[in-house]
């Protein structure tokens, strides 16, 4: 099993600019989630989701748009990146919401 | 208002001592609390959980935590320390909308 991956691994973006965080995983977990994680601030979450099709709000959510097509993928889209974004971005999963979470490898995200 | 606090930024410890790294909730209800660990660059790794049961909780590399409820702590220990287990700790507790709430993180340098 591949458990949870995470692309890209780094990424720069122009401040306006949109892109896409891609985050799948193999262990066929109904719940995943999206954290932000920034110095002295330990992880906050920004969207999660219980299944397919079913995505809700974390702590942190704005500017930030998710969807849940299929078990499998969470995507994390930012839409319009700005400073304020720059940051690590994990995905985790797990089998139970509020169960032990499974993290990926982590984006770091740089806007400029 | 439902929390989990790191008191220490970092912890140092010479190679062979035991450590310990300090946390605490603030939770309704029976509170599910984990450990986790996350190496340079990597993602966080899942280290131990409490749930119900012994108030003594063994995980992952020889670490354990020792829930205490008359003091809401949850103090991750290990008896003799490696150089390797330098590493930045998050304690973390399930929340009443079974969400994780992660501490700030507590990073431990083990010198040899």
């Known amino acids: 099993n591949a458990g949870v991956t995470q692309t890209p691994k780094f990424q720069v973006l122009k401040t306006g600019q949109s892109m896409t965080l891609q985050c799948a995983q193999d262990m066929n977990h109904e719940y995943m989630s999206w954290y932000r994680q920034d110095p002295g601030m330990g992880l906050r979450l920004i969207h999660y989701s219980v299944g397919a099709g079913i995505t809700d709000q974390g702590e942190v959510p704005n500017g930030y748009n998710v969807s849940r097509s299929t078990t499998e993928d969470f995507p994390l889209r930012l839409l319009s990146a700005a400073p304020s974004q720059t940051s690590v971005y994990f995905c985790?999963?797990?089998?139970?919401?509020?169960?032990?979470?499974?993290f990926g490898p982590g984006t770091r995200l740089t806007v400029l | 208002a439902q929390s989990v606090a790191q008191p220490e930024d970092q912890v140092n410890v010479a190679e062979g001592n035991p450590l310990t790294v300090k946390c605490t909730y603030s939770?309704?209800?029976?509170?599910?609390l984990f450990w986790y660990v996350q190496y340079p660059n990597r993602g966080l790794q899942f280290l131990l959980k409490y749930i119900t049961g012994d108030n003594l909780v063994k995980g992952s590399y020889g670490f354990e935590a020792e829930f205490n409820k008359s003091q809401t702590s949850f103090h991750l220990k290990k008896p003799s320390a490696l150089v390797s287990d330098s590493a930045l700790y998050f304690c973390a507790v399930r929340d009443n909308t079974d969400k994780l709430i992660f501490g700030t993180g507590t990073r431990l340098q083990v010198f040899p």
């Open positions: 985790a999963s797990s089998y139970l919401e509020g169960g032990e979470q499974f």
């Open positions: 939770v309704s209800g029976n509170p599910y």
